[in-house]
């Protein structure tokens, strides 16, 4: 039988790449909604599609208006510390196309649940115990 040595293979948390149409609802909702930063934009030349890389805190996210990168409608789930804080925030900037409520899950954790304008899903979720 063959084992695989994996004690020299170290992997690192993914990025997710979630689809975009329109430039300017992405960064008011990324940017002014949820408060990440962009870290870096790349087009491969002027009036080419965008493709960024943006984060808040150690949560790296990848946005595309490029088609052939991925489809739209993703899901994605990002754990976070102090959930209550980050609802009262989205709750309080009055953003007129979500107001997310906190769910408490059978599976032992409290969710934040908020659609970006292309169709992604994010679950802002922390763990609360048996």
């Not at 769910?103 to 802002?124: A, C, L, S, Y």
Request: net charge negative.
């Amino acid at each position: 039988m063959n084992f695989l040595n994996t004690s020299k293979i170290s992997m690192k948390s993914p990025i997710p790449i979630l689809r975009i149409f329109d430039e300017e609802k992405a960064k008011e909702f990324y940017f002014t909604f949820l408060e990440f930063k962009v870290d870096w934009e790349h087009r491969f030349e002027e009036d080419f599609p965008l493709y960024m890389q943006i984060s808040y805190g150690n949560c790296i996210l990848h946005l595309t208006e490029h088609h052939g990168d991925c489809c739209p409608g993703a899901a994605i789930r990002i754990e976070v510390e102090n959930l209550d804080l980050l609802h009262s925030n989205l709750i309080s900037k009055q953003y007129k196309f979500t107001r997310p409520g906190i769910e408490t899950t059978p599976w032992h954790t409290q969710e934040v649940r908020v659609g970006d304008p292309f169709g992604n899903r994010i679950v802002f979720y922390e763990n609360v115990g048996r």
